[in-house]
């Protein structure tokens, strides 16, 4: 019985500690913007976001209305979007293997 209990306080434990953690990412994006607006208008301009070292692609990706500026919801919800990741090219390839001799 007391082990039923240790497991129920564990279990409890973690999920506390899981919705602690998504508070805190979910505040992250919010300070990210207020960076971002710099003149505090509520909106993040082309020249307010490359300030910030973003780029044009970047912007317009984030951008999902087209009105070349991006809201609170566009950066928050846009920018959480995971980026897709390329394959390996001739322009990009793989990482070299440290084992390898052929160096």
Do not use: C, W
């Amino acid at each position: 019985m007391q082990s039923i209990h240790r497991l129920m306080t564990l279990a409890v434990a973690g999920m506390l500690g899981v919705a602690a953690s998504a508070a805190v990412e979910a505040a992250a994006p919010a300070a990210d913007f207020k960076k971002y607006d710099r003149n505090g208008d509520g909106k993040i301009s082309l020249k307010e976001y490359e300030a910030q070292g973003g780029t044009v692609e970047m912007f317009r990706h984030l951008d999902a209305n087209g009105d070349n500026v991006l809201s609170h919801t566009e950066f928050v919800t846009k920018g959480a979007e995971p980026t897709p990741i390329a394959p390996a090219s001739p322009e990009s390839p793989e990482v070299p293997d440290p084992h390898d001799d052929r160096r």
